[in-house]
């Protein structure tokens, strides 16, 4: 009666240990789990892109979780596909932050990547993700590069030129789509009613969007105002409003060539032109006639000359039949 009662104990003892084990031990892992932060290896949050420069190196990502900052090692992850590229933050500022690509994994993961794109973040050391899968696992994406040594992922060569620049080969010379100018000239002609030539400062500012690889639609409006016409007591207004379309050539010492054509309209405005003041009708008709002359609409022909200062500006001389100025732009 005594070894049952014993056997009895015993058998409750071990089924209130195996439970409290699993109980334990499922809390453990629970714990461990949420104990992990984003900053150890298998710990992944998301982000949501917010722009890809042209050449597709810069990354813009949202840090609405304030975990990136500047130095860290990341790995952009697709939740249905994969790892897609590494990269470096290298800055952080109003819950963004800047990363450079460093190497890229996959190519046909990387063409999904687009403005608006929600991707995993992995921060820090990523080296779990490639681990050696078993034989009978499909091996279809074998061909994935993956990290061989620490140095791999300070190798930039890889990426710039094998994958990345395959993706987003271009023939454009000036990569980014806009360039905005500010110039300056002289607008000269001939005053009727003197009979010599006057001049007035001409502002131009001019707006370039490249439509296709290295073709550009520019519009431009210049203003001039001159002093003394029609009269000492006045002043008038020249408007120029041009449009061109204009091709790159790349010239040498950081250099660009842009020949163009277009349509050009100048116009007058001066509210005493032509007013016939004591009677004399000669001197408004001589104005109108100015007037008359200054104003135009042609075809035009011409080159833009285009010199890098540093990289985003230039210094800028347009050579045409429409005007001759110098200036300077700047590219985003």
Same mark, same amino acid.
């Given at each position: 009666?005594?070894?049952k009662?014993?056997?009895?104990?015993?058998?409750?003892?071990?089924?209130?240990?195996?439970?409290?084990?699993n109980?334990?031990?499922?809390?453990?892992?629970? =714990?461990?789990?949420?104990?992990? $932060?984003?900053?150890? !290896?298998?710990?992944?949050?998301?982000?949501?892109?917010?722009?890809?420069?042209?050449? %597709?190196?810069?990354?813009?990502?949202?840090? !609405?979780?304030?975990?990136?900052?500047?130095?860290?090692?990341?790995?952009?992850?697709? +939740?249905?596909?994969?790892p897609?590229?590494?990269?470096?933050?290298?800055?952080?500022e @109003?819950?963004?932050?800047?990363? +450079?690509?460093?190497?890229?994994?996959?190519?046909?993961?990387?063409?999904?990547?687009?403005?608006?794109t929600?991707? =995993?973040?992995?921060? %820090? =050391? @990523?080296?779990?993700?490639?681990a050696? +899968?078993?034989?009978?696992?499909?091996?279809?994406?074998?061909?994935?590069?993956?990290? =061989?040594?620490?140095?791999?992922?300070?190798?930039?060569? $890889?990426?710039?030129?094998?994958t990345?620049?395959?993706f987003?080969?271009?023939?454009?010379?000036?990569?980014?789509?806009?360039?905005?100018?500010?110039?300056y000239n002289?607008?000269?002609?001939?005053?009727?009613?003197?009979?010599?030539?006057?001049?007035?400062?001409?502002?131009?500012?001019t707006?370039?969007?490249?439509?296709?690889?290295?073709?550009?639609?520019?519009?431009?409006?210049?203003?001039?105002?001159?002093?003394?016409?029609?009269?000492?007591?006045?002043?008038s207004v020249?408007?120029?409003?041009?449009?061109?379309?204009?091709y790159?050539? +790349?010239?040498?010492?950081?250099s660009?060539?842009m020949?163009?054509?277009?349509?050009? $309209?100048?116009?007058? !405005?001066?509210?005493?032109? %032509? $007013?016939?003041?004591?009677?004399?009708?000669?001197?408004?008709?001589?104005?109108?006639? #100015?007037?008359?002359?200054?104003?135009? #609409?042609?075809?035009?022909?011409?080159?833009?000359?285009?010199?890098?200062?540093?990289p985003?500006?230039?210094?800028?001389?347009?050579?045409?039949?429409?005007?001759?100025?110098?200036?300077f732009?700047?590219?985003?």
């Amino acid at each position: 009666m005594g070894q049952k009662l014993l056997k009895t104990k015993l058998s409750l003892f071990c089924c209130v240990l195996s439970f409290a084990y699993n109980v334990y031990s499922q809390s453990l892992m629970e =714990d461990m789990s949420t104990a992990i $932060t984003p900053g150890e !290896s298998k710990a992944s949050f998301s982000e949501v892109i917010n722009i890809i420069s042209r050449s %597709g190196k810069i990354f813009i990502l949202s840090n !609405s979780n304030q975990i990136l900052g500047k130095g860290d090692f990341i790995t952009l992850s697709l +939740k249905s596909d994969g790892p897609v590229a590494r990269a470096i933050v290298a800055k952080t500022e @109003d819950a963004q932050a800047g990363i +450079k690509i460093v190497k890229v994994y996959s190519l046909s993961r990387w063409k999904k990547l687009s403005k608006g794109t929600t991707v =995993d973040i992995i921060k %820090g =050391d @990523d080296s779990f993700l490639f681990a050696p +899968k078993k034989a009978t696992e499909n091996t279809a994406e074998s061909s994935t590069p993956s990290i =061989d040594s620490e140095e791999d992922l300070f190798n930039e060569e $890889t990426m710039l030129n094998d994958t990345i620049s395959e993706f987003n080969r271009s023939n454009r010379y000036i990569k980014p789509d806009n360039i905005v100018t500010a110039a300056y000239n002289q607008f000269r002609f001939n005053n009727k009613v003197t009979d010599d030539v006057m001049a007035g400062n001409q502002f131009s500012f001019t707006w370039g969007y490249q439509f296709s690889d290295n073709y550009w639609i520019e519009g431009l409006y210049g203003r001039t105002q001159v002093d003394g016409f029609p009269d000492q007591a006045s002043a008038s207004v020249i408007h120029n409003i041009t449009a061109r379309i204009k091709y790159t050539f +790349k010239a040498p010492f950081y250099s660009y060539v842009m020949p163009y054509a277009g349509f050009q $309209t100048i116009s007058v !405005s001066g509210p005493d032109i %032509g $007013t016939v003041i004591d009677g004399d009708t000669l001197r408004a008709q001589l104005e109108t006639e #100015t007037k008359n002359d200054i104003e135009k #609409t042609q075809i035009i022909l011409g080159a833009t000359l285009l010199k890098r200062l540093v990289p985003g500006w230039f210094f800028k001389a347009d050579i045409g039949t429409d005007i001759l100025s110098i200036g300077f732009g700047i590219e985003f």
